[in-house]
């Protein structure tokens, strides 16, 4: 699709394959260290995400910056994040099974570029998008699964943790610690 992600982002930022392109402010392609080990994928940029065109800016993004700081050590710019769908969804409404196709060949390429050696998706919409599976995330999370050239840890969207609170975030910190043993691993 691209040979750089420099090139795909430009791409995307005219992208007009889905009727979510109508309602954008701006194209929320990804960020972070393009040649990472470690990529957070989520599920589709809200409304901060929407104006400021970076991922997980708002709330949700804060806890995020947080759990990967203080359980795997490494701040923004030394990993990637991106999400499934790169325009927001009306309402903050799931994105439909047509927008999802629609993008997922910028998320591929992207995955396809940066080759990184972890891989984890944020919340069911993520998770199930990229194991191809209808099982939800309370039993998908807790383990790791051979993805691509490396490793996928499915964990919870940190919009959850923020509305559940303790038992959830213990679960999410155990993911990404999980997420850095898989990283040390050779
Ligand atoms: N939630 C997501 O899934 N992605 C974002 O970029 C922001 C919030």
């Known amino acids: 699709m691209a040979a750089t992600l420099e090139e795909l982002a430009r791409r995307a930022s005219n992208c007009t394959l889905c009727p979510l392109a109508a309602g954008r402010t701006t194209v929320v392609f990804g960020v972070g260290n393009p040649s ?92 199930k998008l990229l194991l191809d599976t209808t099982e939800g995330i309370t039993r998908l999370r807790g383990r790791t699964y051979p993805y691509r050239r490396g490793t996928l840890v499915p964990t919870f969207h940190p919009a959850a943790v923020l509305r559940s609170g303790g038992e959830t975030m213990a679960k999410m910190r155990a993911d990404l610690i999980r997420a850095k043993e898989a990283l040390e691993a050779r």
């Open 36 to 127: 990472a080990d470690l990529v957070f994928v989520g599920e589709g940029p809200g409304r901060e995400e929407d104006l400021r065109g970076e991922p997980f800016v708002g709330r949700s993004g804060q806890l995020l910056d947080r759990l990967v700081l203080e359980e795997i050590g490494l701040t923004r710019d030394r990993f990637y994040i991106a999400n499934t769908v790169k325009c927001r969804p009306p309402g903050n409404r799931d994105p439909l099974p047509a927008e999802v196709s629609s993008c997922r060949p910028y998320l591929e390429a992207q995955l396809e570029i940066i080759d990184p050696k972890v891989v984890v998706t944020l919340g069911n919409f993520a998770t």
